[in-house]
């Protein structure tokens, strides 16, 4: 499945479908063909996506700091970090609850 995220105050925003369930899950939302997410939830939703991309941040700087005790080097991380895929969805959001404007799924 492919996500296509609207809003009447930003441009789409597209996700692969699991990128797009694992960023559904962590603002709390149930992954599914349709959704809406409601202005009055851009803040909890914004706080928790930029809360798990702070956590995968530290979890990789404190796995980098391990690998460099033991005298190794992790390899450079593989695709798209959380923070790449959160980050439009974000930007969305910050637009849209001050416009009062929903962000859609699958409508």
């Keep these: ?10 441009g789409d925003v597209i996700m692969m479908g699991p990128n797009g369930d694992q960023v559904l899950r962590l603002i ?3 992954p599914g063909a349709t959704g809406i997410i409601e202005p009055a939830q851009m803040p ?3 706080a928790a996506l930029e809360a798990a991309v702070a ?3 530290a ?11 033991e005298g190794k080097k992790l390899p450079p991380v593989e695709g ?6 959160a ?4 930007e969305m959001m910050k637009r849209a609850q001050p416009a009062d404007a929903g962000i859609t799924w699958g409508v």
Excluded: C, T
């Excluded at 499945?1 to 930003?10: D, N, V």
């Excluded at 980050?87 to 974000?90: E, G």
């Design 80 to 85: 798209v970090g959380l923070r790449q895929r």
């Design 28 to 30: 709390g939302k149930q």
């Design 59 to 69: 979890a990789r700087k404190q796995a980098e700091q391990e690998a460099a005790a």
């Design 44 to 46: 909890a939703a914004i």
């Design 1 to 10: 499945m492919i996500y296509k995220f609207k809003s009447k105050a930003a």
């Design 55 to 57: 956590q995968d941040d």
């Design 87 to 90: 980050w439009p969805l974000v």
